[in-house]
Every structure is written in structure tokens, then in C-alpha cells.
T-cell receptor
């Protein structure tokens, strides 16, 4: 069974600074996807970034980038130039690739609450 | 456009009531999902529909009854709920459940309170 662990329940960062959220996972699969979702206080879950395990290049989306270390089973999210609107709960999630019998099931971590301070 | 809509936004119901939650997407996605989320917790998967057929039921009590009338619409029928069922109910959709098209997009949720 796959598990996802986010070891930082809460974090804070000053506006305009950089923060890194950690995520580790456990799986015996070789093909899979990893995601970071953001859920602001308004509660809508928003996809931040997605990484395919077979790609060595780390995914980036504007100010958001990941450090994907497949051997270490680590998938951290770096937020650069933090903005007040980045205040949210961040969930790391794992999904098996369809070649491994994926049925659409996302495995979520427990989440990290990030507060960006002015 | 990655919009998933859900109605109602809020719902208060008694334990003997019957109500329904509605989810709609017009992105041509063929997989749709229901999740339950308690405060400050990750979403818990309840049901998965793939091509309008139920593919996953995560041992959800029968007081929750999903329905997928067509590829754009997903309902969750509620009957005889318990106070512990109070939560945020999230709907999500993806193009499919495989083939590199599994990324799920979430709706804003329905906040349910059972009295």
C-alpha cells in the first residue's frame, strides 16, 4: 500500500521570501504521478503542480517548483516570492500509473498549513 | 477551462431528511469522483465513476447513494444521515482514470451540516 507523509503540520513565511514544504511517500511502484494541491481558506482545492515519476526533470509552474528525488521518495514543493494569496493548506498526493492498475485513486498526505505573513 | 461546479454550496438537513448534492462539469471528462473532507484533514475518497459506471465504492454506508445520469453530471443522494456525516463534500473530475489523463480537478464543495 502507498502512503504519503507531510511532516510539517504548520509553516509560516514572510511575504516575498521562499519556503519549502516537504513530502515523502512510500511505494513499490515504478510508474506513478505526484501532485501538490492547494486549498485556500475559501476551500476550493486547486492543482498546483504535477510530476510524472519517469521524468527526471523537476516540474515548475511560475513561482512553484518541486524537488523530486525518486530514489529517496521525496517530493518537496518550493514557493518563491511568497504572496499573501499563497496562504492555504497544501496537500501532497500520489497516484499509481495506469500501467500499474491505477483506478483513479489519489492518496493524500495529511497536509501542511502555510501562512504567509505581511 | 477546468471548472467543476457543485450545488448547493451549503446544506443543513435533519437525520430523517432526503437531499441530493449535484456536481457538473463540461470539460468532456469521463471520470468523476466524490470525496468527503473533515476540517483540517485530507479528502477521503468515497466513489469513482468511469464512463458513467461505478468503478470504486470505498465501503461507503448505504445512506450515501451516488448516481451518474450522464458524463457531465454526478449526484450524491443522502438519506438518514448521522451528525458525524457533517463535512465538506467535494466533487472532482478527470479526463479518464488512466493514460496520463488522470489529473483531478476539484469543485468548490458542498458544506453539509446534519442536525
Amino acid at each position: 500500500a502507498q502512503t504519503v507523509t507531510q511532516s510539517q503540520p504548520e509553516m509560516s513565511v514572510q511575504e516575498a521570501e521562499t519556503v519549502t514544504l516537504s513530502c515523502t511517500y512510500d511505494t513499490s511502484e515504478n510508474n506513478y504521478y505526484l501532485f501538490w494541491y492547494k486549498q485556500p481558506p475559501s476551500r476550493q482545492m486547486i492543482l498546483v503542480i504535477r510530476q510524472e515519476a519517469y521524468k527526471q526533470q523537476n516540474a515548475t509552474e511560475n513561482r512553484f517548483s518541486v524537488n523530486f528525488q525518486k530514489a529517496a521518495k521525496s517530493f518537496s514543493l518550493k514557493i518563491s516570492d511568497s504572496q499573501l494569496g499563497d496562504t492555504a493548506m497544501y496537500f501532497c498526493a500520489f497516484m499509481k500509473h495506469s500501467s500499474s492498475g491505477n483506478t483513479g485513486k489519489l492518496i493524500f498526505g495529511q497536509g501542511t498549513t502555510l501562512q504567509v505573513k505581511p | 477551462d477546468t471548472e467543476v461546479t457543485q450545488t448547493p454550496k451549503h446544506l443543513v438537513m435533519g437525520m430523517t431528511n432526503k437531499k441530493s448534492l449535484k456536481c457538473e462539469q463540461h470539460m468532456g471528462h469521463r471520470a468523476m469522483y466524490w470525496y468527503k473532507q473533515k476540517a483540517k484533514k485530507p479528502p477521503e475518497l468515497m466513489f469513482v465513476y468511469s464512463y458513467e459506471k461505478l468503478s470504486i465504492n470505498e465501503s461507503v454506508p448505504s445512506r450515501f447513494s451516488p448516481e451518474c445520469p450522464n458524463s457531465s453530471l454526478l449526484n450524491l443522494h443522502l438519506h438518514a444521515l448521522q451528525p458525524e456525516d457533517s463535512a465538506l463534500y467535494l466533487c472532482a473530475s478527470s479526463q479518464t482514470t488512466g493514460g496520463g489523463q488522470e489529473t483531478q480537478y476539484f469543485g468548490p464543495g458542498t458544506r453539509l451540516l446534519v442536525l
